[in-house]
């Protein structure tokens, strides 16, 4: 069957529909549920994916192109069908075909459960990269874990945040396959026995007493736009090895073999739902060495079947660790050259630091992951074995470098204070080290990792996130994708540089006017949504003001809510204010133990249900929270936004992706000189844009110089210390004073926190107040307002990760682009 909309067949497409729904449920196409549908629908389309998929493949291996391995614990990909069939250009014929069947395609992409394999940034980039790579004609492989539960599910009850599991498999996964001929073998723990061979002389290791685990990869496709590429995402489920047989129950051992199966099992049970805040758990430590030793004993095979020196990996591989998870890729890389490939340790450290390069997430001591010794070793003795050797002599050079200075020895070990500090490990032996926006990448060189950039220089890069437009615009909002494309064709799909020939148009009234009817279309249809999963009626005429994102207080929601009881108190207090009604959006997810966290929803809505229900006030303010915020209700989210808050606490954010969302989406940002903001502004004019609050500088400064006292701001600002003490008076919590103690706490009391406000609530209050009346006078002004909206999405081309791609291949992984061409 032919699908691209160049050849689509709509009545073949149809009955593959209908045999679908037969073959797999034994019912006619009228009586299936929309679930069903689904299912015969996405069957129906990965069909058409296999046969790109196998062609892609062959000519990959035919051209014997480079490939990058991008290795990352988390890929947020959301729903596939919906998009592809957009990257597959069949979108729209297929939802035709499905009306003419009664089917209506939007219920359909309903029925999917988001492939929600990440928390939040990380992962979502890692999901952007791939639809880029393959949209580029890139030979890639995402490599990573199927977790049986993905992100938890949010509930939201009596206004605090329940956690649910995530059963997403539990329908089956129509676009997985199941490789069960390239399964590995991996294994844990045990004693490392070394003896000396009789031939070579040389060292030979063997690990005893290990405990192991079968690996079994299932492939997503990953489909490039309008171009037949097809990669692949591999991820990894784990198996007893021990095979749960008869043979054991008859030698009375099932139960033995029950236990390991569940403990083979339990490593891909769940996702960590930590966003920037490690924990040290082991179970984690085995997640990663588990995908890891996998991924590299499967990229060997494949790279060895057609070639026979693995001294010449790096030629053909190139191995990104997406932040420090993956990173005992170095290690285990180095282990499987020497032990299992027989390289001498020089000629294997070469291979290895020609083959991987790491990027950098954070800057947040708290997210840097660093194992105690003694847990290292005991789950990984062999590899902490090379892990000491590295840092041997690694140690050594520092002392050749800098003699006399041990002080440098101590910062830049990656054993230290019997902890593994996998960032140094990353640094030391990746050949690229790279920060995700410009002014993350200057801290880096400047603070965090100064040593190592002072040390290897040409290391050290900047490569600015992006997002695909495939997913956030054309997918997330059809009615802005066709208007762009009606004005200016559709080169942007794959180009979106185009999109700077809309500035021409900011000067149209029609255009404008258009502009702004289409996002108020897109309002209707959020509004529709909240009506329906909130009860609360908002009128789409309002500010709809959007904060969304991961919950952390560096991120600073704590703000946002503030600042509205302070509207509210406004409000309340002068009724005869003119006021521009405002509609505040919430979607955030609190990792479960994270209390100040899961503080801040719950003040959230509880602000919401009394501003909510207060006739007084005439409906000027509402407060909405988004349950289960992920990446199918985001695009709805994006699509209808105007105001796109980006509010932490400068020098925090490392870039921000969901920033560059909004902006496509025509809303311009509120917000601090932080992460990518930075580079938004640069793009759209800071008379395009609302920033506020303390320069990364000066938050550096402070927190140099021991911070600063929120306490004289609290004592000085009577309109601000109302509010916090609205925290503590019982105004939002049914009179009860403890509530929301925790909070009220890590804005003033230093005894509870290391430092009073540590996220500069407090000192930024005034600047973030000034900066949201702007919001409101320039939406007043319809004018202004339309030019603001829509120079912010002509002036996003340069946040498509298409570009960001193209930077990674250019700069560290070197790969040439493969075309596929049209076998049909
Ligand atoms: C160690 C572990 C618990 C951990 C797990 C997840 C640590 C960090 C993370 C996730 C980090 C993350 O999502 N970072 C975000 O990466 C985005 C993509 O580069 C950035 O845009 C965003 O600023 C950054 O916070």
Not at 614 to 621: A, E, P, V
Not at 676 to 685: D, H, K, M, S, T
Not at 748 to 758: E, G, I, V, W, Y
Request: hydrophobic share 40%.
């Amino acid at each position: 069957m032919l699908m691209y909309s160049d050849s689509f067949e709509k009545e073949t497409f149809k009955e593959t529909v209908k045999d679908n729904v037969k073959a797999l449920f034994r019912k006619q196409i009228e009586e299936a549920t929309p679930q069903q549908i689904f299912q015969a629908v996405s069957y129906a389309v990965k069909e058409i994916i296999i046969d790109d998929w196998l062609t892609t493949q062959a000519e990959y291996r035919k051209k014997d192109a480079k490939t990058v391995y991008y290795m990352s614990m988390e890929f947020l990909m959301g729903r596939a069908l919906g998009n592809n069939l957009i990257n597959m250009t069949a979108y729209k014929e297929v939802r035709e075909a499905l009306e003419e069947m009664n089917i209506d395609l939007n219920v359909i992409e309903d029925q999917e459960p988001d492939a929600a394999l990440g928390n939040g940034g990380l992962g979502r980039l890692a999901a952007c990269f791939l639809d880029s790579l393959a949209t580029l004609n890139y030979p890639a492989y995402g490599c990573g874990i199927r977790y049986r539960y993905g992100m938890f599910k949010q509930k939201i009850e009596n206004g605090y945040q329940v956690e649910t599991p995530d059963d997403w498999l539990k329908e089956g996964n129509p676009f997985e396959l199941r490789r069960e001929e390239y399964a590995k073998e991996v294994r844990f723990g045990g004693t490392i026995r070394f003896e000396k061979d009789p031939e070579t002389g040389k060292d030979t290791f063997i690990q005893e007493n290990y405990e192991s685990v079968r690996a079994v990869p299932y492939d997503m496709p990953i489909v490039g736009y309008g171009n037949h590429v097809v990669n692949t995402l591999r991820i990894w489920d784990a198996e007893a090895i021990t095979n749960f047989s008869l043979d054991s129950f008859d030698r009375g051992d099932y139960h033995k073999a029950v236990e390991q199966e569940n403990l083979a099992k339990r490593i891909v049970d769940v996702l960590y739902p930590n966003d920037n805040h490690y924990a040290g758990k082991e179970l984690r430590l085995k997640q990663q060495y588990f995908f890891i030793s996998a991924s590299l004993q499967a990229l060997i095979a494949k790279y060895k079947k057609h070639h026979d020196d693995i001294r010449k990996l790096y030629e053909k591989v190139a191995i990104q660790m997406n932040d420090t998870h993956p990173t005992v890729a170095v290690p285990e890389l180095m282990r499987l050259l020497i032990d299992v490939e027989g390289l001498d340790w020089e000629e294997a450290w070469e291979v290895t630091t020609k083959t991987c390069a790491y990027t950098n997430h954070t800057i947040m001591a708290e997210a840097l992951e660093k194992w105690p010794m003694d847990l290292f070793s005991r789950l990984l003795p062999r590899i902490f074995q090379i892990v000491q050797e590295i840092d041997r002599r690694f140690i050594s050079e520092i002392r050749a470098k800098y003699p006399g200075q041990e002080e440098k020895v101590e910062k830049m070990s990656i054993l230290w204070g019997g902890q593994v500090r996998m960032a140094h490990m990353a640094i030391i032996a990746g050949y690229s080290v790279n920060g995700v926006a410009r002014l993350h990448t200057e801290i880096l060189k400047g603070q965090e990792l100064k040593d190592f950039y002072e040390m290897m220089p040409e290391k050290f890069n900047n490569k600015t996130n992006g997002i695909t437009q495939r997913r956030f615009l054309l997918h997330g909002n059809p009615l802005l994708a066709d208007w762009v494309t009606g004005r200016i064709g559709d080169g942007w799909i794959t180009d979106l540089s185009k999109l700077e020939n809309l500035k021409v148009l900011v000067n149209d009234e029609q255009a404008r006017r258009e502009f702004m009817q289409i996002k108020y279309k897109n309002k209707v249809r959020l509004a529709k949504y909240i009506k329906e999963h909130n009860g609360i009626n908002v009128d789409p005429r309002s500010i709809f003001d959007v904060q969304v994102k991961r919950l952390h207080e560096y991120k600073r929601q704590l703000l946002n809510i503030l600042h509205i009881m302070y509207l509210y108190n406004q409000i309340k207090e002068h009724p005869e204010m003119s006021f521009y009604p405002r509609t505040f959006i919430f979607g955030a997810k609190a990792a479960a133990g994270y209390l100040r966290a899961k503080e801040t929803i719950k003040l959230i809505n509880s602000v919401a249900d009394v501003v909510n229900n207060d006739r007084s006030i005439n409906g000027k303010l509402k407060i909405v929270f988004i349950e289960d915020y992920r990446v199918s209700n985001a695009e709805l989210l994006f699509a209808a936004a105007d105001v796109s808050e980006q509010i932490s606490t400068a020098s925090k954010e490392a870039s921000g992706t969901g920033n560059m969302k909004f902006m496509l989406n025509g809303a311009p940002t509120l917000g601090t000189m932080d992460g990518a903001n930075v580079e938004i502004v640069e793009e759209v004019g800071a008379e395009n844009a609302f920033i506020f609050g303390l320069s990364s500088q000066e938050v550096i400064n402070y927190e140099n110089n021991g911070g600063y006292n929120p306490v004289d701001i609290y004592f000085n600002d009577w309109e601000l210390k109302r509010v916090i003490d609205q925290l503590m008076d019982g105004t939002y919590s049914g009179g009860d004073h403890n509530m929301y103690r925790n909070l009220y706490n890590s804005l003033l009391n230093t005894q509870c926190t290391d430092r009073a406000d540590t996220y500069f609530i407090l000192k930024d209050f005034r600047s973030y107040v000034e900066a949201q009346k702007k919001v409101e006078a320039a939406y007043r002004d319809e004018n202004r307002w339309s030019k603001i909206a829509m120079m912010n999405t002509a002036c996003s081309g340069k946040f498509t990760s298409d570009r960001t791609i193209e930077e990674y291949v250019k700069d560290i992984w070197k790969l040439e682009k493969v075309g596929v061409s049209l076998v049909q």
